[in-house]
């Protein structure tokens, strides 16, 4: 099992299957994906599609989202980190994205901003792209608060999948600049 980063709370690892409770309690959660669509999943068996789904980007594009386990428990408490986008967002098309979901127990404790920034260092120093970019509902302050506290600008407001979102990028460079 592959850990791609570490904070002082937190492992950000590969997801596995063993992942499966976890992710349903996860995504089987109304007010966690209120924002992301809005459809929830009630089986294990979804919940193992989904991990299926994020090892095989994995396999595909060499990065997908990451399992993040509580230190201090060792609870599966949401994943985190990057995704190789590779259908047209934003007029952008092979874009890493970076993103984050919590089980919302975990809410309000600096989880996210903790594996926004760890995304940003794996995202620059491992795959160096000159840009990293995110996206969420309009609506989401509290993901739009996360990102540009650690650097994101948020450049545009624009229209996904029927939804009002919000674009924010962040330049290698300016990345550079704000961990000196």
């Not at 399992?67 to 098309?93: C, Y």
């Not at 594996?115 to 792209?129: D, M, N």
Request: hydrophobic share 40%; with cysteine; net charge neutral.
């Amino acid at each position: 099992m592959e850990i791609f980063a570490s904070t002082p709370r937190l492992i950000l690892r590969e997801m596995i299957p063993a992942d499966a409770p976890g992710m349903l309690a996860l995504d089987g959660d109304p007010a966690v994906v209120q924002y992301v669509g809005g459809i929830t999943i009630s089986t294990l068996d979804e919940a193992r599609e989904k991990i299926r789904f994020i090892r095989q980007q994995y396999a595909s594009n060499r990065i997908g989202r990451w399992a993040v386990i509580e230190k201090s428990s060792n609870n599966f408490v949401g994943w985190a980190g990057l995704k190789l986008v590779t259908e047209p967002v934003h007029q952008q098309v092979n874009f890493y994205d970076v993103g984050y979901r919590f089980i919302p127990q975990y809410w309000g404790k600096g989880y996210a901003t903790e594996c926004a920034i760890a995304s940003l260092k794996y995202g620059f120093e491992q795959l160096q792209p000159d840009y990293l970019y995110a996206w969420t509902d309009a609506g989401n302050a509290a993901s739009a608060h996360v990102l540009t506290k650690v650097g994101f600008q948020l450049t545009d407001t624009f229209i996904h999948d029927g939804v009002p979102s919000n674009w924010f990028e962040i330049s290698r460079v300016s990345w550079q600049s704000r961990i000196r």
